[in-house]
């Protein structure tokens, strides 16, 4: 296939040619680009705060299409899934939002009495210039809550400067409050969403290895712990795109260290939790963290035998938000003896993309940013037998006649932890070894 | 009517899309035609996952991608880079461009853009129809009507000498891929040409093929929207759209008779299609049509005490919550509220209309509503059903009773797309499903489990 020109640099083959890669650029007119905007980085990285007031301002749109959207689970309160909206008319884009705005606040947050409310700027509000500060003053003076704007215009920048934006939001609550009687080996957990439940299993493991969790940023997420989130030792930081920027702002301000990590597939999950038993270099807790590993892989490895006997020399490619999960779903499918042919993501960086090319394998495309048709000729390149990736890949891999994986948002299996490998080689082999592919035309003789 | 529906200023679980989107797939339904979506990436590519799940088949909208620049001096140079990528990759035929909010606030002249781009770029060039589709005025809908009304009044001609009397345009408005087979189907039996606008048939549920497609094959083709102006007649479904509708433009242009119908659901707004229908063709209605039509009156008088007097709230699109609150009331369901997101001023006129005769009283009717002030409203009325699109799953699970799946979207179930309204055909299908999820609930709440109905 042809490619743009503006997109062959973001595009790279393992060992094919030196390491080039051009990344976190705006998307390319036209080019149907697989990412959403600043709004969509920073609406997802928000959602799961279960007790929050989560109010998009602008036309119903935004609000709509994120009504409910993932699969970040609460354990108490599900503020977080129902959709508000300004729903902005031709008369508020007229003479302004303001009003309508700081009425729609007082009305949701007496209805609901949220523990603080996040205020979502579309792409409208940047232009039609509501001054959403002034308004949040105002709100949270008035009802005594955090109201908090979220710069979030849709096109000023990508996916990232919304994740950014996010961060921005969850600082202005974190130090506020009271942090007595934490841990010393306690930890925040970022970038986790909780999406089937995951956040739980993660916990319950540091957990068992004695370490205290005392916010979960965002997944099961509450306004409360966020607040005392500074009281941590340690910032545990997963999907690093996301939330990197705010364990940097708890280093800055409150010297509060940050170790990245990931819990997909059996080594990262293992490494996670020894990382951070390092950390706190206390002998009882690496011995604890020692004992859970072999309990949970004496449990898990025997059963992944059945699914690495069967999905033995598959071919996998990988589309998903993040490159740093990437890099853990290349582990995982490695492990379960799949090759990994394909890896990219919507938001990765330079140096997460430098490191794919040197763990991948010769030949494996490397892509930034893609889009519909450049996948489908990888996948057809490749003739790949799984692709993992969001509900917008699904119906390139189905047309194909590719088995999937979702590995995104919605999906409502657990992927996460030593639990999380098993279902994942149960979902990938559920879709790869489905007798349904007898019949696609790709494989009819 | 209730004289005070809930009235308030913020929106909660809207019950309705945005005026992009409908234009989006409006444009879906045309041959070789890919929706390009002036704007910034996100709206495009939440469109693009909003509508996968629920037709399961590839949807690609492209965008302007505008980034804060461009929101500043003006999006021109990134639509017209956008177009020639689309043209580029696609070799599409039509580029079908709507607006966004973002482009309508800064005031980019999107005509004005492309007679630029016609006259700045050589070779070969796309047909371009372009809508406005600001998202701060109406719904989804408005955006599906004026992307047909805006490819009839670029695209429709008289050809040559006169009219084909055997021609005739149908403008079904959002109906399913399988309601628009149907339509075709019946079209045929009547022996009559008939050109469907648009036609997401095969673009929305296509088959499984050997090769990737770039752009989904199936669609009205430019050729038949060509000569719309040529047809005997139009038909349009729906009584809620403005009133310059595609069939509306080929009145005024070409002297095409123009034939505002309610959607066909149910037994009467069928009839009165499949009267027109024999009325244009000059042909009786088909042997095989009378017998669905006895068939499903058979079936109305074998079902309709499992039904009757079950209350129902209706919610959707309003000229679907018209045609279904009109089968609804023929079987002897009573719906209690009628409630639409979309703001025509005439959802209430229109349901009085087709229900006045069959209904004790008239339900309470609201427009401009959302899932917060139905389930406000659904505390008092004890509704017995809910009849709409998947998005009221959360009430109809808080209540405990079914919900009735129909129109779009079906997020929750498979098949979405597959699902037929339209026709005695139509009316079938929701028939035995309403029955059956009555008896279904009353078979599960009882202790005993009877096993015979």
Not at chain 1, 331 to 341: E, H, I, S
Not at chain 2, 81 to 99: C, D, E, Q, S
Not at chain 2, 404 to 428: E, S, T
Request: with cysteine; charged share 20%; glycine share 10%.
């Amino acid at each position: 296939m042809e490619l743009l020109k503006e997109r062959e640099e973001q595009i790279h083959r393992t060992g094919e040619q030196p390491f080039t890669l051009t990344c976190n650029k705006d998307s390319l007119a036209g080019a149907v680009s697989q990412r959403a905007c600043v709004f969509c980085g920073s609406r997802v990285v928000l959602y799961p705060i279960a007790d929050a007031l989560h109010l998009v301002h602008g036309p119903i749109g935004c609000a709509v299409y994120t009504w409910d959207i993932r699969g970040a689970l609460s354990s108490g309160p599900e503020l977080h899934r129902l959709s508000f909206s300004t729903d902005l008319q031709e008369i508020d884009v007229i003479f302004g939002g303001e009003k309508k705005l700081t009425n729609a606040l007082f009305e949701l947050i007496e209805r609901h009495s949220p523990k603080a409310a996040f205020v979502y700027s579309t792409c409208i509000v940047g232009i039609i210039g509501d001054d959403l500060e002034a308004v949040c003053r105002q709100v949270e003076k008035e009802t005594d809550i955090p109201v908090i704007p979220v710069k979030s215009e849709g096109f000023k920048g990508n996916k990232r400067a919304g994740y950014t934006a996010a961060c921005n939001a969850m600082a202005r609550l974190i130090g506020t409050g009271d942090t007595s009687g934490i841990s010393p080996y306690s930890i925040n957990i970022l970038g986790d969403f909780n999406l089937a439940g995951e956040i739980w299993m993660i916990r319950e493991y540091f957990e068992r290895i004695g370490v205290e969790v005392v916010a979960n940023i965002t997944g099961d997420g509450r306004i409360a712990d966020i607040q005392r989130a500074h009281g941590a030792a340690l910032n545990v930081v997963q999907c690093s795109g996301s939330t990197m920027d705010l364990a940097k702002v708890m280093e800055d301000e409150y010297d509060i260290p940050s170790m990245r990590v990931s819990y997909f597939g059996v080594e990262d999950m293992a490494q996670a939790l020894y990382d951070v038993a390092e950390h706190f270099k206390d002998p009882d807790m690496l011995a604890r963290t020692q004992e859970l590993v072999k309990e949970e892989l004496q449990e898990l490895l025997p059963k992944l035998e059945f699914y690495k006997k069967a999905l033995k020399g598959k071919k996998a490619a990988i589309y998903v938000g993040g490159s740093f999960k990437a890099f853990s779903l290349v582990k995982a499918f490695r492990l379960l003896g799949m090759d990994v042919v394909m890896v990219g993501s919507q938001t990765g960086t330079e140096q997460e993309y430098r490191e794919l090319a040197e763990i991948t394998d010769p030949g494996t495309i490397i892509v930034d940013d893609t889009n519909p048709l450049e996948l489908t000729s990888f996948l057809e390149e490749k003739s790949v037998d799984i692709f993992v990736g969001g509900v917008k890949e699904r119906p390139i891999a189905y047309k194909l006649g590719v088995g999937f994986c979702d590995h995104n948002h919605e999906r409502k299996e657990a992927l996460a932890g030593f639990t999380g490998m098993l279902n994942f080689a149960e979902e990938v082999y559920s879709s790869v070894m489905s007798p349904v592919w007898r019949f696609t035309y790709q494989n009819a003789e | 009517m209730s004289k005070n529906p809930p009235n308030y200023i913020s929106t909660t679980n809207a019950c309705k899309l945005c005026t992009p989107l409908g234009a989006a797939l409006a444009f879906k339904g045309i041959e070789g035609a890919v929706p390009y979506l002036h704007g910034s990436q996100g709206c495009a590519t939440y469109m693009r996952r909003y509508i996968i799940s629920h037709f399961n088949e590839p949807i690609d909208i492209a965008s302007s991608s505008l980034s804060e620049k461009h929101a500043v001096y003006g999006g021109g140079a990134n639509l017209k880079l956008g177009l020639m990528n689309v043209t580029k990759k696609y070799r599409p035929r039509l580029i079908g461009v709507a607006t966004t909010c973002l482009t309508e606030t800064i005031g980019d002249d999107v005509k004005m853009l492309l007679d630029q781009y016609d006259k700045e770029v050589e070779g070969e060039k796309p047909v371009m129809v372009q809508v406005a589709t600001p998202s701060y005025n109406g719904t989804h809908m408005e955006g599906f009507h004026d992307a047909v009304a805006s490819v009839v009044n670029s695209l429709a001609h008289r050809e040559g000498s006169g009219t084909n009397a055997k021609q005739v345009n149908i403008l079904p408005g959002f109906v399913s891929p399988a309601d628009i087979r149907y339509l075709k189907e019946v079209a045929e039996d009547f022996s009559l040409e008939c050109t469907i606008l648009p036609d997401i048939s095969d673009t929305m549920d296509g088959q499984a093929a050997k090769h990737y497609e770039k752009i989904q094959s199936g669609g009205t083709t430019l050729a038949a929207i060509g000569n719309m102006g040529n047809s005997a007649a139009s038909i349009e479904f729906g009584h809620t759209m403005a009133d310059q509708s595609g069939g509306a433009i080929l009145a005024e242009k070409f002297n095409v008779n123009n034939n505002r119908l309610p959607q066909p659901m149910g037994i009467r707004a069928s009839d009165r299609f499949f009267n027109l229908l024999s009325e244009l063709s000059g042909q009786a209605i088909p042997e095989k049509h009378r017998a669905e039509r006895g068939r499903l009156v058979d079936s109305y008088v074998d079902g309709h005490k499992y039904i009757y007097g079950k209350k129902a709230i209706v919610y959707g699109e309003e000229d679907i919550v018209v045609g279904l609150t009109a089968l609804l009331a023929e079987i002897g369901v009573m719906p209690i509220l009628c409630a639409s997101g979309g703001k025509s001023g005439k959802l209430a006129e229109m349901i009085a209309a087709a229900t006045e005769d069959l209904l004790p009283e008239q339900p309470q009717i609201h427009e401009g509503m959302d899932f917060y002030d139905i389930s406000e409203l659904a505390e008092s009325l004890e509704p017995d059903l809910l009849v709409g699109h998947s998005k009221g799953y959360p009430l109809a699970s808080k209540l405990s009773i079914p919900l009735i799946r129909v129109g779009f979207p079906i997020h929750d179930r498979m098949g979405g797309q597959r699902i037929l309204h339209l026709g005695y055909r139509g009316a079938q299908q929701l028939f035995d499903l309403v029955v059956n999820s009555c008896i279904a609930k009353k078979q599960s709440d009882s202790p005993i489990g009877y096993s015979y109905m």
